[in-house]
């Protein structure tokens, strides 16, 4: 038999594919859920990009109380850095949305297109994983976070213990990662 060729398709996943088959369990509602969940993520990835180039080009939006405008604003005002690397290690490594380290003075912002609260705590990881890259003491230098989302921003003052104790467990499970793997080769 000649098969078909849908090489176009390589790299690409289906929403109704045979590798994640849990949707063969759903019902109608369930699917639509899952459906629009996956479609807010698709647009969440291009508001970021959009976001990211509007920082990266010093672009401005109009000075309205809304989520986009009030997060590129900000960034292009504090003159962060967009969408930057923090890494530790192969095991603990992130992304962050926009980032900027001046006057002894971390800022940490993040962009949220979901409709759930979301949690300081991603936040916390980066300003570890920033700590240790970097040979900043949490308790050294201040750490600013904010969440930009649903048309709010919510600031946070990092508190230096809870950072310390993030970076010590990343250390500790990144060593405990290496062990096992090097048992199981």
Same mark, same amino acid.
């Given at each position: ?31 639509? +859920? ?25 672009? +401005? ?58 949690? @300081?705590?991603?936040? =916390? ?18 750490? @600013?976070?904010? *969440?930009?989302?649903?048309? =709010?921003?919510? *600031?946070? @003052? ?23 793997? =090097?048992?199981? @080769?």
């Amino acid at each position: 038999m000649k098969f078909n060729d849908n090489s176009k398709l390589a790299g690409q996943h289906a929403f109704l594919s045979a590798s994640k088959h849990s949707w063969l369990n759903y019902p109608e509602d369930k699917l639509d +859920r899952v459906f629009l969940s996956n479609m807010a993520a698709q647009r969440g990835t291009k508001l970021h990009a959009l976001a990211h180039d509007l920082i990266t080009l010093g672009v +401005r939006l109009p000075d309205t109380p809304t989520t986009m405008n009030m997060y590129v604003n900000d960034a292009i005002g504090f003159r962060m850095q967009s969408e930057k690397i923090l890494f530790y290690s192969m095991n603990a490594f992130g992304t962050v949305d926009t980032i900027a380290f001046r006057h002894n003075k971390l800022r940490i912002h993040d962009l949220k297109n979901g409709v759930h609260h979301a949690s @300081e705590k991603q936040l =916390e990881v980066y300003s570890a994983l920033f700590c240790l890259e970097y040979g900043f003491r949490p308790f050294d230098i201040e750490i @600013e976070l904010r *969440i930009y989302q649903n048309d =709010e921003v919510r *600031i946070y @003052e990092a508190d230096p213990v809870t950072i310390s104790l993030i970076m010590d467990k990343i250390v500790a499970f990144d060593r405990r990662i290496n062990i096992l793997r =090097e048992e199981a @080769e």
